[in-house]
């Protein structure tokens, strides 16, 4: 069992649907991360979080430690959303007590239609 | 400030022969990361480095993996006879460490595609 799941795999919207995408986790973490991954490769940072609740724009990302569960949100979403967003942790520390290497979900393919 | 370079893009290799790709990070950034990454997956940590010191191997590293980072600036990977399980795309990401705080986010590189014929 991955460490790392996330739902859904794939999820289609309309432009201007709000979208949730939910990241659960088995162990105990340092940080949850959220990033982008457009065609091509290219991954980008989107949140990194610890506790509560972070807003950037039109993303929202959320965590509950106790539950082990966090959850992306997008709203008023525009094709130009339409990318992989893939859920990560940094599961422990360093000797520098640092989050350092991650784990990762698989990914959620969104496409947002116009 | 460019962000973290991978070269080259993609490579096509043939089974047996060895294969080279360098990554430049983000030129304040002490830590450097390697991830390797199959198609429909998330991504997976190979290595870390600190400045020049490489701190933690994974066990998907076998014997035929090595990356080094000579100076603490740039870093390479090198993979010998290749095989077609190898083929993947190869992410090299980087950061501020040790640190507790937002600095330590990982910026990555668009990789390199590495295919095995």
């Known amino acids: 069992k991955n460490e790392v799941e996330q739902s859904p795999q794939n999820l289609t919207a309309q432009e201007g649907e709000f979208i949730t995408i939910n990241c659960s986790y088995s162990?105990?973490?340092?940080?949850l991360h959220w990033l982008q991954q457009h065609p091509g490769g290219g991954i980008v940072s989107l949140f990194m979080?610890?506790?509560g609740k972070k807003k950037h724009g039109r993303l929202i990302a959320t965590i509950n430690i106790q539950e082990k569960h966090s959850s992306l949100h997008i709203t008023a979403s525009h094709p130009r959303d339409s990318a992989v967003y893939i859920c990560?942790?940094?599961?422990?520390?360093?000797?520098?007590?640092?989050?350092?290497?991650?784990?990762f979900g698989k990914g959620t393919l969104l496409t947002v239609n116009p | 400030d460019t962000g973290v370079s991978q070269n080259p893009r993609h490579k096509i290799t043939k089974r047996g022969q060895n294969v080279t790709f360098r990554c430049d990070p983000i030129?304040?950034?002490?830590?450097l990361y390697w991830y390797r990454q199959t198609l429909g997956q998330g991504p997976e940590f190979l290595t870390y480095?600190?400045?020049?010191?490489?701190?933690?191997k994974s066990r998907l590293l076998s014997d035929r993996f090595s990356a080094e980072r000579p100076k603490g600036s740039f870093s390479t990977l090198e993979i010998q006879r290749t095989e077609q399980g190898d083929s993947a795309m190869y992410l090299c990401?980087?950061?501020?460490?040790?640190?507790?705080?937002?600095?330590?986010?990982?910026?990555f590189g668009a990789g390199t595609r590495l295919s095995v014929l």
């Open positions: 990560a942790v940094s599961v422990g520390q360093d000797s520098g007590g640092s989050n350092y290497k991650l784990t």
């Open positions: 990401a980087s950061s501020f460490g040790p640190t507790w705080d937002s600095k330590n986010i990982q910026y």
């Open positions: 162990v105990g973490i340092s940080a």
């Open positions: 979080l610890s506790s």
């Open positions: 480095f600190q400045n020049e010191a490489q701190l933690e």
């Open positions: 030129s304040e950034h002490n830590r």
